[in-house]
């Protein structure tokens, strides 16, 4: 069966749904379709996108707040990308909001391309910035897996490495370096873990008999 399931709920903005043609997303619903996931121990891969035209300064911390209300996932957030020959790049054109009208060729990880109405391009940077670092952290990581310490080892385990790889998508995670920095940030939850996994899989040893323990073969 499935083990991991990746949603586009892009937004918790219904005016900001709209505005992309996808009105047939419901930020109200998100909930329970991620509940209804997670009792079937699916984790959830969901995205969302900031720099839309209805975004504005403290969206990143709107969002959290919402997720903080659904089972653990592993979000992704992203910005608003205009591409070629799409109404939305006609519509930035037209209205002489795009800054780089060729970044393909010039391809930059989360470099806004246009100017939002309502945000500015720094501050969506930020708002990017703000919702990766809370939703990974070790104290981040650390309080999803508690809450779902009722799942099984494996399933906590897959999630935890889900997570330290997911960190790799946003921050520079490429080298020995990064990765037992990120190790030892994560220790405690890391160990944890490992010692209930270790546990879970060490042959029950029999007990010792007493000292003064005698067979009676009469």
């Not at 393909?104 to 708002?127: G, K």
């Amino acid at each position: 069966g499935a083990k991991c399931l990746y949603i586009g709920l892009e937004s918790i903005d219904p005016a900001n749904l709209a505005d992309v043609n996808k009105g047939f997303n419901k930020p109200a619903e998100y909930g329970a379709v991620l509940d209804r996931l997670a009792r079937r121990n699916i984790i959830a891969m969901f995205g969302f996108i900031f720099g839309m035209d209805c975004d504005t300064p403290g969206v990143a911390e709107r969002t959290l707040e919402q997720m903080r209300n659904w089972p653990p996932g592993l979000p992704i957030f992203s910005i608003l990308v205009p591409f070629p020959s799409t109404p939305l790049y006609a519509r930035l054109q037209d209205s002489g909001r795009l800054t780089r009208p060729k970044h393909w060729l010039d391809f930059t990880p989360y470099t806004m391309s246009h100017i939002p109405l309502r945000i500015s391009p720094a501050d969506v940077h930020d708002e990017v910035n703000r919702a990766w670092s809370a939703s990974y952290s070790p104290e981040a990581n650390a309080r999803a897996i508690e809450l779902i310490q009722h799942k099984t080892i494996g399933h906590r385990l897959i999630h935890l490495i889900s997570r330290l790889f997911f960190h790799g998508i946003y921050f520079p995670q490429m080298t020995k370096r990064a990765w037992i920095k990120l190790i030892v940030a994560n220790r405690r939850t890391i160990f944890k873990l490992a010692k209930e996994a270790f546990g879970a899989r060490r042959p029950l040893q029999p007990e010792p008999a007493p000292a003064n323990y005698q067979v009676d073969v009469r």
